[in-house]
């Protein structure tokens, strides 16, 4: 079992800038970030393989960064140039193995 906590969520003007963090309570084979905005299917936002391997949401390419910190089981999420249509839930997902863990979400609201 892995607990999952995300923090850093908030309200944000456009064009603006916040920072995620997901602390695992142990070290996970993949981590990343997903989100659900109003009215809408949960997303890929950005993921860290077991490998290092990154990939991106086309919709934050350029304007997010994700990082791991092995020693830490932190997952970052660096988000830039905030646009009303980030706003979302994001919730922190990892796997170990098959197994998938969820983060409870933290609210991200971008105004225009």
């Known amino acids: 079992q892995v607990q999952l906590v995300e923090s850093g969520g908030g309200l944000v003007q456009a064009g603006g800038s916040l920072r995620l963090a997901c602390t695992a309570s142990?070290?996970?084979?993949?981590i990343g970030w997903y989100r659900q905005g109003p009215g809408k299917q949960r997303e890929l936002v950005a993921y860290?393989?077991?490998?290092?391997?990154?990939i991106y949401a086309d919709s934050v390419k350029g304007r997010f960064t994700i990082s791991r910190d092995n020693a830490k089981s932190t997952v970052s999420l660096q988000m830039n140039s905030l646009t009303p249509e980030d706003t979302a839930v994001y919730y922190c997902?990892?796997?170990?193995?098959?197994?998938?863990?969820w983060g409870q979400g933290t609210q991200v609201t971008v105004s225009s």
């Open positions: 997902r990892a796997t170990i193995f098959t197994n998938i863990f």
């Open positions: 142990r070290s996970t084979h993949s």
């Open positions: 860290i393989n077991s490998g290092g391997s990154i």
